[in-house]
């Protein structure tokens, strides 16, 4: 993404070129990691005889911590699902040519967009009802639902930008092409805008899923037992000893981070080979 | 004003519709108290992170190998877990470990308290996004206007303070705004270490009332107007700051 | 077939907190048909409700609930509650009876259907460092105080006595604040107190004050479950007859309450 001329005003801007972690290779973190959360276990481990060293209460607890975890991920999964579906849709809604569907997809993506995801969940968790009562059919609306729910509303809105963005960055004279060619307005947005869409879509959209997954963990406030309100039940199992808290929510740290991690090197190579040049 | 205020009882009374931070007192000052400290802490955790990202842009410039690395490992480690669990692990793990001082009602109490943990946690996040989007916009700057700043005799900091971040900060504005905007709403975390934001007070008052309809929405469209205004004054500034014929 | 799937699915995902359940005239009939008991209990409630490391709630409270389940003929099935959602999860139907420490108030009582007698009490006491030699409530004004986020002692607390509330979701978020010292006391239930003190861990703290509010806790179950509130009512005096909470109280390693003493007294 260089500039050819001897004498640019100012330069494109440019994603930064990541370096690698420390210099390290990503599978050098774990063992890293590891080390940094449980050192200073190790050291405590020494002082006591009768009680259980942190390291191994952490171990005790660390299965169910893992579920707890896998639980994060499927909530992360099934909400991002939702919201792109949903959120795509507004996004084509910010770009109709009805003033009256543009208008109502653009305020309901900022209402959304706004409003703070916490506050999001804590809405979708009071407000909905417990189930639904649907032709006399009734459709139980658990807690975990309810969570996907309230996290695939900002989801949806952030994707509606998204793909609002994309279609408007290209170039107007593809529509014009398309137009000449006597293609309809649908099928010139289906067959020629929104495929080349989809490669500038991609990076943020995947920088967006991992904001999600992050974002799961507000579900331990509104008590969906994931992984940070097991951490909580944990601590509190074991009698609230201080020495605890480092290595547990160490560890919920490096879990985040040993998943996260990987999508964003991925998203950067991404967009390094989706880049155009020029 | 008291004459709203009795209204808004009396509406509780005949609708059931309650809302009692618009007529009890101390629901209120809570309320109040509540908005203050969002805004309050919002302030401290944009000036802080706007100043950690130049810092970081500049340390990762740095000629030193290390420098670079311990910059990026800060930029990867805070991007990639969750804020919340950061705060956690803050004020929980890493605050017990800092020293004690003597508190005015005869005990022991942390350096920090919960605000001040949430303000460097939130900072330290913000701060990570912020160090990235200053260095793209440092390299967006030509190597030819470094250059001639060179030649007139410019020290490298006062390259980077005069020629260089002017110029990088606007470019990089858009890109600013929008992760100071999400810095705003990412201080409804701050609930979770208990400091009384906006947030907090509403759980206590409908923990009181019970009353969770009324203070949701309430909320939703506080922070709608809030953000709104924020995204709103952000537009007309990166308007006023565009440089012309770019981007 | 699908829907049993999907639970087969959930149920190995998320440890806890799940049910399919469907609100009816007659809640009696729906456990007996569905086979399970859904108890709202506390899991962060050491001794009356907590986690084991398999992910499973033990304490009074859910061995209390076993024996409703038993008496039954049904499975139990515990969904870990906390005090700012337990009477929500009532009311919508989650669970079916809620035994979750909840003291027994006129104004709780107009949302959930509360059977007699009370099968526990406690009431409102503060744990604090011996150092501070904290001696009554009003002593407190001024200081931070660590809460629960729900407990309906929290504003009186504060308008009472001028506590600075700094109130958290759960249990070990505060003790380890109280701990680090972010608070001044910790305001909470006197019978976890009790249990706390005698841990070696919580060996400089103390529970200085006249325990005040002293309150019944009551059960409950949703509003209009009369059936169902008469067989908690009988279950409870069989409690008390036979002396079953001292029993757990003794399991759990709680010094026994006079308030379990004297309804074993009246009801022998």
């Not at chain 1, 979708?124 to 309230?150: H, N, T, Y």
């Not at chain 2, 401290?44 to 670079?68: N, P």
């Not at chain 2, 705003?184 to 206590?204: F, R, S």
């Not at chain 3, 501070?132 to 629960?148: A, F, H, Q, S, Y």
Request: proline share 6%.
């Amino acid at each position: 993404m260089n500039c050819k001329t001897d004498l640019p005003v100012m330069l494109p801007v440019s994603k930064p070129e990541p370096e690698p972690f420390c210099g390290l290779r990503a599978w050098h973190i774990l063992p890293l990691a590891l080390l940094a959360i449980f050192g200073p276990s190790l050291a405590f481990a020494q002082s006591d005889e009768g009680v259980l060293s942190p390291l191994a209460v952490l171990m005790n607890w660390a299965p169910l911590l893992l579920k707890g975890f896998i639980f994060n991920l499927v909530i992360s999964v099934s909400a991002m699902a939702l919201g792109t579906v949903v959120g795509a849709m507004l996004g084509l809604g910010q770009i109709s040519l009805i003033p009256a569907v543009r208008g109502g997809s653009w305020f309901v993506t900022q209402f959304f967009r706004n409003a703070p995801w916490l506050v999001l969940l804590f809405f979708a968790m009071f407000l909905l009802p417990f189930e639904i009562d649907l032709f006399g059919l009734k459709i139980p609306f658990p807690d975990w639902l309810k969570a996907i729910l309230g996290l695939s509303l900002p989801v949806m809105a952030n994707v509606s930008e998204i793909v609002r963005g994309a279609v408007n960055s290209l170039p107007s004279g593809q529509w014009e092409a398309a137009e000449s060619l006597a293609y309809t307005r649908l099928q010139t947005l289906w067959l020629i805008i929104l495929p080349q869409c989809v490669k500038r879509m991609l990076p943020p959209w995947m920088n967006l899923y991992s904001i999600l997954t992050m974002a799961t963990v507000l579900a331990s406030i509104v008590g969906v037992s994931e992984v940070m309100t097991l951490t909580g039940q944990a601590l509190a199992s074991e009698g609230g000893r201080p020495e605890l808290l480092a290595p547990f929510y160490g560890f919920v740290l490096l879990l985040f981070f040993v998943y996260c991690y990987p999508i964003a090197r991925f998203t950067v190579r991404l967009e390094k080979k989706f880049a155009v040049i020029g | 004003m008291d004459l709203i205020f009795d209204w808004f009882r009396v509406l509780y009374q005949e609708t059931g519709i309650n809302l009692p931070f618009l007529y009890d007192e101390y629901d209120r000052n809570r309320m109040v108290d509540g908005f203050l400290t969002t805004i309050r802490l919002s302030l401290v955790c944009l000036f802080f992170s706007v100043i950690i990202g130049v810092i970081g842009a500049w340390l990762q410039g740095s000629g030193f190998k290390w420098t670079r690395r311990i910059v990026n490992g800060y930029i990867q480690l805070f991007r990639n877990t969750p804020p919340l669990v950061q705060l956690y692990f803050f004020y929980f793990a890493i605050g017990t470990l800092l020293p004690r001082v003597e508190n005015d009602w005869g005990g022991q109490s942390p350096i920090l308290g919960s605000f001040a943990w949430a303000a460097i946690s939130l900072s330290f996040f913000a701060g990570a996004f912020n160090v990235e989007i200053f260095r793209s916009g440092i390299e967006a700057v030509p190597r030819s206007t470094v250059e001639a700043a060179e030649a007139l005799g410019f020290s490298k900091l006062q390259i980077y303070r005069d020629i260089t971040l002017p110029l990088a900060f606007r470019v990089v504005l858009p890109a600013l705004n929008n992760n100071l905007v999400n810095l705003v709403k990412t201080t409804t975390l701050a609930y979770a270490i208990a400091v009384p934001e906006m947030l907090y007070e509403a759980n206590q008052i409908w923990s009181d009332n019970v009353n969770v309809t009324e203070m949701m929405i309430f909320l939703l469209l506080a922070y709608f107007v809030l953000v709104g205004v924020l995204v709103g004054a952000m537009n007309r500034w990166e308007r006023a700051m565009k440089i012309p014929g770019y981007g | 077939m699908r829907r049993k799937h999907l639970i087969t699915i959930a149920a190995s995902l998320v440890v806890s907190a799940l049910s399919f359940t469907t609100a009816m005239a007659d809640v009696l009939e729906t456990i007996k048909e569905r086979g399970t008991l859904i108890v709202g209990v506390k899991a962060d409630y050491k001794p009356y409700g907590f986690l084991d490391p398999s992910g499973a709630v033990i304490g009074i409270e859910p061995d209390l609930a076993r024996d409703v389940a038993d008496k039954l003929g049904v499975d139990v099935e515990y969904v870990p509650v906390v005090s700012s959602n337990r009477m929500q999860f009532l009311e919508q139907g989650k669970i079916d009876l809620m035994i979750a420490t909840m003291t027994d108030r006129p104004d709780r009582r107009e949302v959930v259907l509360i059977p007699d007698p009370n099968y526990y009490s406690s009431g409102t006491n503060i744990l604090a460092l011996k150092s501070l030699g904290l001696t009554e409530w009003e002593d407190l004004r001024g200081k931070p105080v660590c809460g629960i986020q729900g407990a309906f002692y929290n504003k009186a607390t504060s308008q009472n006595f001028g506590a600075e509330i700094v109130a958290f979701k759960g249990t070990a978020e505060a003790y380890s604040a109280l701990k680090a010292g972010n608070c001044a006391a910790f305001v909470y239930d006197d019978s976890a107190i009790v249990a706390k003190t005698n841990d070696p861990e919580w060996a400089d703290y103390e529970m200085p004050l006249q325990t005040i509010d002293d309150a019944p806790w009551g059960l409950a179950v949703a509003l209009g479950e009369e059936n169902f509130a008469q067989m908690m009512s009988d279950m409870i005096v069989d409690w008390h007859k036979t002396g079953r909470i001292l029993e757990l109280e003794t399991k759990w390693g709680v010094e026994n309450t006079p308030f379990a003493k004297a309804m074993h007294e009246e009801y022998k």
